[in-house]
């Protein structure tokens, strides 16, 4: 089956395939400048806030014995995610060029050393890692409430898709939280992200699978009933809608979003909640108007819905629960290569299904849960090194983890900045990622203009 193009998405289909369009070294050199203006005037809107929050973590050294302050320590660990270096001893090499130290110090005069990344990965052990979590919810928290990412509601709902994934394996044993199965140890954690019609993908939280008792598997589910209270903790009384794929689709997942009053859509398989199903079923024979046909891109959508289904299900303690949820159905067709093709869509509703509300709920909610998946692919494949663990100690992992999706979401918002957005429309993101690293490590920037910055307020305009 093919993918189909997102009619929402604010990101091209395609790349121009043409040759540079500057004529002359000058006019590289002028486009490489504000380039780097524009990205720096990104940071200086976001890094403040971070850099006061990193100032806020207990410093565990000994006093005596510091020579690089934590801010510094942890800006470094950003740059080596944000530049997308492989390893910490490439970073080493390229981050401690004087260029590199000069541009950031033009705007950003608290970097005043270049610490070694090794001294960040013993400072990592110490540090409680959920900390440094903190950080990036209160930074997404913040710009929710600055009204930043207003565009990504959805019927007056922030849709977070939930979703797992494996991060790394390993044949020995490294640290004795890992997960284990026959022949290999392995880390897999449990992802929170804003996902939004347009295509962008926000991470927010993390939760990791641990084998803290060192008797019982943990799993996906035992770790979502470890994120929803963080996530309640986080958001508080912002309106939710949690989108997650068939693994949720049961009792305890739906009652915590009853409880902590968000919505959810969540994908129903034909092979789950027999017993929902076959009064979807009757129902829908019972209602067959309540149905609606609409053109999604070069697909042809026909849903049909059925409301108030009484769900009934068991607890671990035997104890019995009512739920009233809803069902919807999607069938969707569509031409490819001569042939008609068609697929099935289904997902269960925490709130009624009516004419007005499926397009939304279906296309610009519920189908987005495949952003999280899109967005593990990037981490992993576009230069972010998700599956690198940077440290074998467990908390050092974690630490590391957490930088590189702080690092993440500064990328996405300095890439989505009304001043870049011609130039990743016309090199991509992770060609214009390339084209700063390139002109921040190049003999290209002329810093006088760097400091100017300095003197005018930093604003964080986006496309969004």
């Not at 950080?135 to 849709?159: C, H, P």
């Not at 390993?170 to 992802?191: D, M, S, W």
């Not at 993101?429 to 203009?449: A, H, I, P």
Request: hydrophobic content about 40%; overall charge positive.
């Amino acid at each position: 089956m093919s993918l189909m193009r997102n009619p929402e998405a604010i990101n091209s289909a395609t790349l121009p395939n043409r040759k540079s369009p500057w004529k002359t070294v000058e006019e590289e050199q002028e486009a490489r400048q504000s380039a780097v203006e524009a990205q720096l005037n990104a940071w200086r809107a976001i890094l403040p806030g971070l850099l006061e929050k990193f100032g806020r973590l207990k410093d565990p050294r000994r006093p005596g014995s510091i020579r690089h302050k934590l801010t510094v320590l942890m800006v470094f660990g950003l740059c080596l995610f944000i530049f997308q270096y492989n390893s910490r001893r490439e970073a080493n090499r390229e981050l401690s060029c004087p260029a590199i130290l000069d541009a950031l110090r033009s705007v950003f005069p608290d970097v005043d050393s270049i610490p070694h990344l090794d001294t960040l990965a013993r400072l990592l052990e110490r540090i409680p890692a959920e900390q440094i979590e903190n950080i990036l919810g209160t930074t997404v928290r913040k710009l929710l409430r600055n009204k930043k990412l207003q565009a990504l509601l959805v019927e007056k709902r922030y849709v977070v898709a939930i979703d797992g994934t494996q991060k790394f394996t390993r044949t020995v044993p490294f640290a004795p939280e890992a997960l284990r199965r026959k022949g290999e140890n392995y880390v897999y954690l449990l992802e929170a992200a804003l996902v939004g019609p347009q295509g962008i993908v926000i991470p927010l939280l993390a939760e990791f699978c641990e084998n803290r008792d060192q008797d019982k598997q943990d799993c996906e589910l035992k770790a979502f009933y470890r994120l929803a209270p963080r996530l309640k903790e986080l958001m508080g009384k912002l309106p939710l809608l949690i989108v997650a794929d068939g693994l949720y689709a049961g009792g305890p997942v739906m009652q915590i979003c009853r409880k902590n009053n968000w919505d959810f859509m969540i994908v129903l398989p034909s092979n789950c909640l027999k017993s929902v199903w076959e009064d979807a079923l009757g129902i829908h024979q019972l209602e067959p108007e309540q149905t609606r046909t609409h053109q999604w891109g070069n697909r042809t959508q026909n849903f049909w819905w059925a409301n108030d289904i009484v769900y009934v299900w068991r607890d671990a303690q035997n104890q019995h629960h009512r739920l009233v949820i809803h069902v919807v159905v999607c069938k969707e067709t569509w031409e490819e290569n001569g042939l008609t093709c068609q697929t099935t869509w289904a997902w269960v509703s925490g709130t009624p299904i009516t004419k007005k509300n499926v397009i939304d709920r279906c296309n610009r909610a519920a189908r987005h849960r495949w952003g999280i998946k899109e967005n593990f692919l990037i981490e992993k494949r576009r230069g972010y090194n998700y599956e690198h663990p940077f440290s074998y100690d467990w908390n050092a992992l974690k630490g590391w983890h957490a930088l590189m999706r702080l690092a993440h979401l500064i990328n996405i918002l300095t890439l989505h900045t009304v001043a870049l957005w011609e130039t990743v429309q016309t090199l991509g993101m992770r060609g214009t990622l390339r084209f700063l690293w390139q002109t921040f490590t190049g003999n290209w920037l002329d810093l006088s203009r760097l400091k100017r910055l300095r003197d005018k307020p930093a604003q964080l305009r986006l496309v969004i």
